[in-house]
């Protein structure tokens, strides 16, 4: 049976998608739908539904979507960005398979909407 989730779909190349980075652990792709100059998504092969599905076997993990999101943005050009999470549907979420939102390019303004 098809996985469902469309980002651990993307990461098997079901769904076709603008990568940037992968290695064993993690897979980058531009977002379809950008809202900065640079905005893409950073996201564990490992399908945790969001960061409140987490566990503590789960830290290292996520502090490399991190950092690999901040290290992809500089060597696209963007020093300084903005790296989001949204943790279930009314933070925004509308994929539940955790990623990190990396967006530059432009100035942002706070809060976000
Ligand atoms: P969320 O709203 O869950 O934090 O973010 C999901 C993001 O995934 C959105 O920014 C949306 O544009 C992006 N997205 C949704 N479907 C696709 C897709 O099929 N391909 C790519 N590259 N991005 C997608
Ligand atoms: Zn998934």
């Not at 098997?12 to 100059?37: H, M, T, V």
């Not at 399908?47 to 503590?56: K, Q, R, T, Y």
Request: with cysteine; aromatic share 6%; charged share 20%.
């Amino acid at each position: 049976m098809n996985n469902p989730c469309l980002f651990c779909r993307i990461i098997n190349g079901e769904i076709p998608a603008e990568k940037l980075y992968e290695d064993e652990e993690i897979f980058a792709f531009r977002d379809i739908s950008p809202q900065a100059p640079t905005h893409f998504l950073v996201i564990p092969k490992k399908h945790l539904s969001g960061p409140g599905a987490m566990a503590s076997e789960d830290e290292t993990l996520i502090g490399k979507v991190v950092r690999i999101g901040a290290q992809l943005a500089r060597e696209n050009g963007v020093e300084q960005c903005r790296l989001v999470m949204n943790n279930g549907a009314e933070a925004g979420q509308t994929v539940f398979h955790l990623h990190l939102h990396v967006l530059g390019g432009r100035a942002m303004s706070w809060p976000p909407g």
